[in-house]
């Protein structure tokens, strides 16, 4: 008997406000036609004054405990990917901990940027898998839309807000890539990349900052490491692209998630993606995406998914579950 970390309920909240591209024509110069056709984006959420990033949080987590069918007390862990928490700390996953009426357990928050559900994702099934945890909640939730620089049209136009969760419980498997839940995971970071994407502010300048990129660069580093750390979580699984039923990128730029998907030899048809109508929403943008690719119906019980991301530190990484 193998213990794995199968998928029990998903859920998502976006704020309500819809910020088309064409909105950025009156402050900017740019064009709702550059944004498409440069990286597919054509509208993003964005938080309301004093909506937070954990405000965004419990609401993607309680759909999530409605789709499970269970209660706040039957979770015992919950991680929060996040680079934009309420405040420097208390974390905000112990934040969403008390709104919830989680009394027990232990919450944390996993700050890997665009990357951060991926690193979150393995630590929940390290603790499921381990047996320190029977059920764990991976909540994405970012509020970007306040690191903006909104005069930089090279940075601004693609980001935007929202929240996915997924509770993750201990089931028996029988050690083979047939089983469901978390089959395998390959993580990076390679600090030397710090300035190609950054927010400079923070404790050491007390502000909170602008999130600065080199695009042309990130661009170049995602396309070469997404493929290859799926590739390789993969391998880990004993599977290859061929067995692949969707992947599941993290939403930045659709000509990095088409590339990526090429490499991986997986058409189009096998990837989520919702780019179009969240922009980048950092560590939300899969959870996000698992949880519209569900209620689309393309995502089913037993489908085999690989999700990959890539964000600032840089850190980069890829989760292969059956669902
Ligand atoms: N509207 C109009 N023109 C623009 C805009 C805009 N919003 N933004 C930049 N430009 C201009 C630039 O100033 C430049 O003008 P110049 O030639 O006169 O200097 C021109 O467009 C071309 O700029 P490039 O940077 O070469 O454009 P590129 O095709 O690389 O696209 C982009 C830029 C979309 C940022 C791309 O590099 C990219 O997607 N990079 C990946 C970055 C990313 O997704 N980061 C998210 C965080 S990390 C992650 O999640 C993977």
């Not at 406000?17 to 402050?27: G, K, L, S």
């Not at 609401?59 to 929060?80: K, N, Q, S, Y």
């Not at 600090?191 to 994407?197: A, T």
């Not at 039923?245 to 990095?256: E, F, G, T, Y």
Request: net charge negative; proline share 2%; with cysteine.
């Amino acid at each position: 008997m193998t213990l794995r970390a199968v998928v029990r309920g998903v859920g998502h909240y976006l704020p309500a406000r819809v910020m088309p591209n064409a909105e950025f024509e009156a402050t900017l110069d740019t064009t709702d036609d550059w944004i498409r056709a440069r990286t597919g984006i054509e509208r993003r959420h964005i938080a309301a004054e004093g909506e937070t990033t954990s405000d965004l949080a419990v609401a993607a987590a309680e759909a999530a405990l409605t789709d499970a069918g269970l209660r706040a007390t039957d979770i015992d862990a919950l991680i929060v990917a996040t680079s934009t928490a309420d405040f420097t700390f208390p974390s905000a996953a112990t934040m969403v901990q008390a709104r919830l009426g989680m009394t027990g357990g232990f919450a944390f928050d996993v700050q890997a940027v665009c990357a951060g559900f991926v690193f979150a994702l393995a630590q929940a099934n390290a603790l499921i898998v381990s047996g320190a945890a029977r059920r764990v909640m991976v909540i994405g939730s970012e509020t970007f839309s306040r690191l903006m620089d909104w005069t930089d049209r090279s940075t601004c136009v693609l980001f935007g807000d929202g929240a996915g969760a997924l509770i993750l419980e201990a089931g028996e498997g029988s050690g083979t890539p047939a089983d469901r839940g978390v089959l395998a995971f390959d993580l990076h970071s390679d600090g030397r990349f710090k300035d190609i994407l950054h927010v400079d502010g923070g404790v050491s300048t007390g502000t909170t900052g602008h999130l600065r990129m080199q695009g042309k660069e990130v661009f170049r580093h995602a396309v070469e490491k997404l493929a290859e750390t799926a590739h390789a979580a993969l391998d880990k699984a004993g599977l290859s692209g061929a067995d692949v039923d969707w992947i599941v990128p993290h939403q930045a730029n659709l000509r990095i998630i088409s590339a990526t998907a090429q490499r991986m030899q997986v058409p189009m048809e096998r990837v989520v993606v919702t780019v179009q109508d969240h922009g980048n929403t950092s560590a939300a943008s899969i959870p996000l995406a698992l949880s519209v690719g569900r209620d689309r119906g393309q995502i089913r019980p037993g489908d085999l998914i690989v999700t990959e991301a890539i964000g600032g530190g840089l850190a980069w990484g890829a989760v292969v579950l059956r669902w």
